[in-house]
């Protein structure tokens, strides 16, 4: 089981997609020989009537295993599988997994299902795995037998020195090249920034050497071996059989180094949380896993009874499979924040799918160990074992690879957005891209699933399953079509909305963002990103249903009716959507402007299908359906001209304020904060009005709508202080009274001949 290669990765794995498809064969491999039961020859299924003698039933055994061919008996009328002798020298050669003394499993049993058959096929294995565990003490006396008749190193250096010779010499080789080529790999796989590119650049040369190594190793690996083992006997096979397992070992350290990069976090693709941990527990995996390979792959060859090596299978498969449990019950926090670790605000799908995950690798895992033993015991048991190793790559292989292309995908958007600014249809095509490379993945990946497993329930031969094969086919197109352009519909959508956030009271005097005014499509296409999207997703389901043979002529029918129904009872929400519907069509209003229903104002934050959202001045967010809005006023659009009064005293020179109020209009236009907002400067109109206290002067300017209020507050303040300074008085308020001299001088004296006045005497007594 590829344990490490099969965690979820949001980021990273894409760099290992040039490496893992030629790496795909070298794992098959490893799976196949820990798993399947190969064998060149049909297995015969021999049945009983229970009255044969035993020299009979001897000579019929002997006949029919002269071919190499595996013997099923089966008792007629019980439909027991019971031993018999089976597996021949041809076929323990070249198959790696235990052949059984009861070669496979017979003809299910009558009326029973195919999963009782498994199930009876996996007890019934499982305890002749058992029974024959004692057996694989034999193992080493059979060894020792075998290797005497090698025929390298019978003349001059033993053929175990032979071995070892060529396994040093190729170690050495490799060995030599990593230290040779250490400083200038070393140098390039310093990432040049912690951006994904860099870190892919990087991880690669550390890929290229590990790639380099190996092939040193194997070249000399293979051309020592011809010429020192140029016999093919136990030693030859030996020495071919440890090469295969150290390139499946090394496959797995590659592929781990690449992705977690043991010790440089700087350049490390898969984001897992305690790496450095699983690439050692990666590192043991990759020891043991290719050992146990070759370990029953010599025993096969070598081993007098199939007894012996089914004892060892089973030992050593049920210890791989526990260290893989383990590994995966460890990991699961693990794995679990790694898918979760690129959503801001996952969602409660994506939160099962990230506690799943372990548990379905766990599941995986023991599926594979049962399918193993069952096989033991299976007429076709080489096929399922087959399966079961191909299975386990590609529910490793598939995530790994679909997530790689679609951050490759990501990270060239990303760069082309870096570069230049992306079109709304670029951006939805960018994605629609990236979900039909990763659903080809994916779909690949379930076909070759369902490929593997699908005689496991249905008879593949059969017309029937031809023909739900091509619905089943024709179905998923469907789907995979439909899902691609709901991808694409809803960026596209996403691409137009409005993102203006919502002003709080800390924002109200903030300077509003040029050009935070959508447009009139980006107003119209989120109302009706919902209709689309139903639309789209509700005529594909009415197509797959069709493909499956549904009549949908009843659901049409029942659907218009429906309609017909809400359309009457809900008079009111119709209403409100048709004057939405003109509303949209006479480009009223967008999202950002502010504007006036006669009885709520406010700025326009969200638009649906029948209603609008104000935001007010001072918080409050209001509702307002499309049908209660008789009319509308739109203070946003255009322009905006803005007049507003200054009192001045009644001995203020008029003339004199004119050209300082002008003085100040060109000087806002001068400034280049202000400057741009303006469409016509500050200046004085004239005399509005004349009061008892005040000449009051009136004052406007042309601006955007966005900033008038903001270009006012500016313009009062300059005003203001250019008038005083300029020594134009402004009118007062307060009232002067005038007398006659002798008027003030009597109510003076007046006031001082008041006496002031005197405490109360204390009562009396």
């Known amino acids: 089981m590829r344990v490490r290669i099969g965690l979820f990765g949001k980021a990273g794995q894409s760099c290992a997609l040039p490496i893992l498809a030629a790496l795909a064969m070298v794992l098959l491999a490893g799976s196949r020989a820990a798993l399947a039961q190969a064998s060149p020859e049909p297995s015969i299924v021999l049945t009983l009537r229970g009255d044969e003698t035993p020299e009979a039933l001897k000579r019929t055994l002997d006949a029919l295993e002269a071919g190499g061919r595996k013997v099923t008996l089966r008792i007629a009328g019980a439909g027991e599988t019971v031993p018999a002798a089976v597996a021949a020298p041809a076929a323990a050669a070249t198959s790696a997994a235990p052949t059984s003394p009861t070669a496979a499993a017979a003809t299910p049993k009558q009326g029973s299902s195919r999963i009782d058959t498994f199930w009876d096929d996996f007890v019934a294995g499982f305890d002749y795995g058992n029974e024959a565990i004692p057996a694989a003490a034999a193992l080493p006396e059979d060894w020792s037998r075998a290797w005497a008749g090698n025929r390298n190193g019978a003349a001059g250096l033993p053929a ?43 991880s690669a040369y550390g890929l290229l050497q590990d790639l380099v190594t190996l092939g040193i190793a194997l070249v000399i690996l293979r051309v020592c071996g011809n010429l020192v083992l140029p016999e093919w006997d136990l030693a030859a096979s030996t020495l071919r059989t440890v090469g295969n397992g150290a390139v499946i070992g090394a496959a797995y350290m590659m592929v781990g180094r690449f992705l977690l990069a043991p010790g440089a976090p700087d350049r490390r693709l898969m984001p897992l949380p305690r790496a450095d941990r699983h690439f050692g527990l990666l590192v043991a995996y990759a020891i043991c896993a290719p050992v146990v390979i070759v370990g029953v792959f010599l025993a096969q060859r070598v081993a007098a009874s199939p007894m012996t090596v089914a004892g ?94 679609g951050n490759l995908i990501r990270c060239r958007r990303a760069h082309r957005a870096a570069v230049a600014e992306t079109t709304p249809h670029g951006e939805a095509l960018s994605r629609a891209g990236q979900a039909a490379a990763t659903g080809i993945v994916w779909a690949i990946a379930f076909y070759l699933l369902a490929r593997l497993w699908a005689g496991f329930a249905f008879d593949m031969a059969s017309p029937e399953f031809s023909a739900f094969s091509r619905q089943a086919a024709g179905v998923a197109i469907l789907l995979f079509v439909g899902w691609v352009a709901l991808v694409f519909l809803r960026a596209f959508f996403d691409a137009y909305a409005p993102r203006q956030a919502a002003s709080g009271p ?44 549904v009549d949908i002529g009843p659901l049409l029918a029942g659907f218009g009716i429906l309609g017909l129904a809400i359309s009457f009872g809900s008079q009111a929400l119709v209403r409100d959507i048709v004057s939405g519907f003109f509303f949209m069509i006479e480009d009223a209003f967008r999202v950002g402007e502010y504007v006036d229903t006669g009885r709520l104002k406010g700025t326009v934050e969200k638009i649906s299908l029948r209603s609008m959202q104000l935001r007010h001045q001072s918080g409050q967010i209001h509702t307002v359906p499309f049908g209660q809005i008789p009319s509308l006023t739109n203070a946003s659009r255009d322009w905006a001209t803005l007049k507003f009064n200054v009192r001045l005293d009644h001995s203020a020179d008029i003339e004199k304020a004119r050209k300082t109020i002008k003085k100040v209009g060109l000087a806002l236009l001068e400034d280049p904060e202000f400057a741009p907002h303006f469409i016509s400067q500050l200046k004085m109109q004239g005399v509005a009005d004349i009061t008892d206290s005040a000449v009051v002067v009136r004052l406007k300017f042309t601006a955007k709508p966005a900033h008038a209020s903001t270009l006012q507050r500016e313009a009062l303040k300059r005003v203001y202080r250019a008038l005083n300074e300029a020594g134009v008085p402004f009118a007062s308020n307060a009232v002067t009274v005038r007398g006659g001299e002798g008027q003030a001088s009597a109510g003076a004296a007046a006031i001082t001949a008041v006496p002031p006045p005197t405490p109360l005497a204390p009562a009396a007594g």
């Open 312 to 405: 060892l299978f089973a030992t050593t498969a049920l210890a791989i499979t526990l260290f893989k449990l383990w590994w995966f019950f460890d990991a699961r926090h693990d794995l679990t924040r790694l898918v979760l670790r690129n959503a801001e605000a996952p969602s409660p799908g994506l939160r099962v799918l990230a506690l799943l995950t372990p548990w379905f690798y766990i599941a995986v895992a023991v599926v594979i160990w049962m399918v193993g033993r069952a096989s033991a015991m299976m007429s076709d048991g080489a096929r399922w074992a087959e399966a079961a190793g191909i299975t386990q790559i590609v529910v490793v292989l598939a995530p790994v690879i679909a997530v790689g292309i």
């Open 160 to 202: 175990v020195a032979r071995l070892l010779l060529v396994l040093a010499l190729a170690t050495a080789a490799a060995a030599l090249f990593r230290r040779a080529s250490a400083g200038w790999f070393s140098r390039r796989m310093v990432p040049g920034g912690p951006e994904f590119t860099s870190r892919l650049i990087a």
């Open 506 to 549: 800390a924002d109200e005097d903030a300077a509003p963002v040029e050009g935070h005014i959508p447009s009139r499509l980006a107003t119209v296409l989120p109302v009706l990103r919902g209709v689309v999207l139903g639309a789209v997703a509700g005529l594909v389901g009415l197509v797959v249903l069709s493909r499956l043979g």
